[in-house]
Structure formats: C-alpha cells, structure tokens
Nanobody, 124 residues
Framework: QLQLVESGGGLAQPGGSLRLSCAAS????????IGWFRQAPGKEREGLSC????????NYADSVKGRFTISRDSAKITVYLQMNSLKPEDTAVYYC?????????????????WGQGTQVTVSS
C-alpha cells in the first residue's frame, strides 16, 4: 500500500521560503499524479497544487499561483512544493496525496494515500 511522507515544514518569516518534500515509502511516485493540500485550524482542507505522473502538467489554486511551485525529481522518487513569498495565512498543516482516477482535480475527496502532514508556520 502506498504511504506518503511529507517533510520540510517549519517556521518561516513573512516573505520567506520553504520547500516541502513528499516521498513514498517503498515506492517510486512515477505511477501517480501527486497533489499538495493544506488545512488550517477550523478550516476545510484546501487543494493547492498537483503534478501529473509525467511531470508535464501542473495546476495551482489561485491562492498560491505565482508563489508556489510543484515539481518532481527526475528519479520520480520525490515531489516538491517550493513555497516563496510566504504569508501568515499560509500557516497550516501541509499534506501530499495521490490522485485517484479523476486525476489532478484539487478536490481532496478525489485523493488517497494521505501522508501525516508537516506543519508550516509563517510568523515574525
């Protein structure tokens, strides 16, 4: 069973950057479209970005477009989320997940194999 693990979260200042990583335990990710999501306390889980299994297609939520970049390494082992120009409202737990048959919809219900999440806090 695919298990995803996120890493790279932490504390950043407003305007700063962080890079999150998503890796699979015992698998490569080349058979999966992978999405990034976040959930802040008291809010619904929000789809941020998704990348196709080939890496050739990406999409972004309006809230992060132009600031966040999704990519995957050439070995298809890790998917990254580069986060720049961070804002306090980006504070949340960030998750990666594998897309189901609907592909990169950014709707959390269409994804599975969720990781445990990594905390991102943006504060001065």
């Amino acid at each position: 069973q695919l298990q995803l693990v996120e890493s790279g979260g932490g504390l950043a200042q407003p305007g700063g950057s962080l890079r999150l990583s998503c890796a699979a335990s015992g698998f490569t990710l080349d058979y999966f479209d992978i999405g990034w999501f976040r959930q802040a306390p008291g809010k619904e889980r929000e789809g941020l970005s998704c990348i196709s299994r080939s890496g050739g297609v990406t999409n972004y939520a309006d809230s992060v477009k132009g600031r966040f970049t999704i990519s995957r390494d050439s070995a298809k082992i890790t998917v990254y989320l580069q986060m720049n120009s961070l804002k306090p409202e980006d504070t949340a737990v960030y998750y990666c997940a594998a897309a189901g048959w609907r592909g990169c919809t950014l709707q959390w219900a269409d994804f599975n194999s969720w990781g445990q999440g990594t905390q991102v806090t943006v504060s001065s």
